[in-house]
């Protein structure tokens, strides 16, 4: 963890120049989360990670998102393209075989959709959190610093953030000691015909230990404080700028050094605390419109917990994206987790 003159330093070899000093101000601690190998079996109980069974208080319900309201059905004809390449036309013309056969296999995925969506469903644990674990590394501003986080979120109907989505994702914080949690193990609806025909990775992510490591970050590239960066000195931060150049090859070469913690290419970043590593529209301020409340800003909202797609989990969210949850600070001081925003963005 490097400290804020050595970020500082580290701004200024990497090119930022004259930005360094004020990148560095500008810095936020955040705890890391590094990914493990995919491990099944050695997952100590209560400990932090990604996919797998969740350790639960005992008289916890597994968290269920409520039947969809009434589906606009597909009525159309099924995507002949994406099924059968170019010649599709030719297939339905003449009621070949393989135009049976695929128009078969899409009316039996329809159904299993529709089977999915009517009725409660159960949501896929993601991530669990040991914040004493990761208090015991860095202690963050607000945040507790004893009890356990539990995300459960549907992979199969994205919360994209509007208020209808927060029905699918659902946050469960709990300060039960460790002898009263207890080793979850996967809805039966999971090994339902209907699930391994919409997702046939599964419903249930292979877990990973998550490794907490304290950083000091700048602002990342697609954040609120580069925005306001941008607004002050325009001419040096706009898209193809010296100085925006400059930093997103600061970042290229931070990812590179680091793939444990941000994979190659920055693709895979866990993280808990700080800024948001945003795909899109900064994270908190986008969370902060979504909420409809006129009244808050950016600033008023935290990210609690930020988790990428990891592909050979079974975990993806959109193309490679990301969830987002956040919580308003004072909800969060509070530990009212259950008053949390989740979004998700991805390329």
Request: glycine share 6%.
């Amino acid at each position: 963890m490097l400290s804020r003159p050595e970020l500082e330093s580290a701004l200024w070899q990497g090119g930022m120049g004259e930005h360094a000093a004020g990148l560095a101000r500008m810095a936020r601690y955040s705890i890391m989360l590094a990914p493990g190998p995919i491990d099944e079996t050695n997952m100590p109980l209560g400990s932090s990670r990604l996919g797998g069974e969740p350790d639960l208080p005992v008289d916890f319900d597994w968290p269920m998102r409520p039947a969809f309201e009434a589906q606009d059905n597909w009525t159309g004809p099924i995507p002949g393209r994406l099924l059968l390449g170019p010649s599709h036309w030719l297939h339905r013309l003449l009621g070949t075989e393989k135009w049976k056969q695929a128009s078969q296999a899409w009316q039996r995925a329809r159904d299993a959709e529709r089977s999915i969506r009517n009725r409660d469903w159960p949501l896929s644990f993601v991530a669990q959190i040991d914040f004493a674990e990761l208090h015991a590394v860095h202690a963050l501003d607000g945040f507790p610093s004893s009890g356990r986080l539990l995300l459960f979120c549907d992979p199969f109907d994205w919360p994209w953030g509007e208020k209808a989505d927060q029905a699918r994702t659902r946050a469960i914080y709990t300060e039960q000691p460790l002898e009263r949690l207890q080793r979850r193990r996967a809805p039966p609806e999971f090994a339902e015909p209907e699930a391994r025909q919409v997702m046939p990775r599964g419903f249930v992510f292979k877990p990973r230990l998550l490794r907490p490591a304290a950083w000091l970050m700048p602002p990342p590239l697609r954040s609120c404080a580069l925005d306001d960066l941008r607004a002050e000195r325009p001419g040096a931060w706009k898209q193809d700028g010296p100085a925006f150049s400059a930093y997103r090859q600061f970042w290229d070469d931070l990812h590179a050094r680091h793939p444990d913690i941000f994979a190659e290419q920055g693709q895979m970043i866990h993280q808990v605390g700080g800024s948001a590593f945003s795909i899109q529209e900064p994270v908190e301020r986008e969370t902060a419109r979504l909420t409809a409340d006129a009244s808050a800003t950016a600033e008023d909202w935290q990210l609690v917990l930020q988790i990428s797609s990891d592909v050979d989990a079974g975990m993806e969210w959109g193309d490679t994206g990301r969830l987002y949850l956040s919580a308003r600070k004072q909800d969060l001081a509070a530990r009212r987790f259950d008053q949390c925003w989740m979004l998700m963005q991805c390329y």
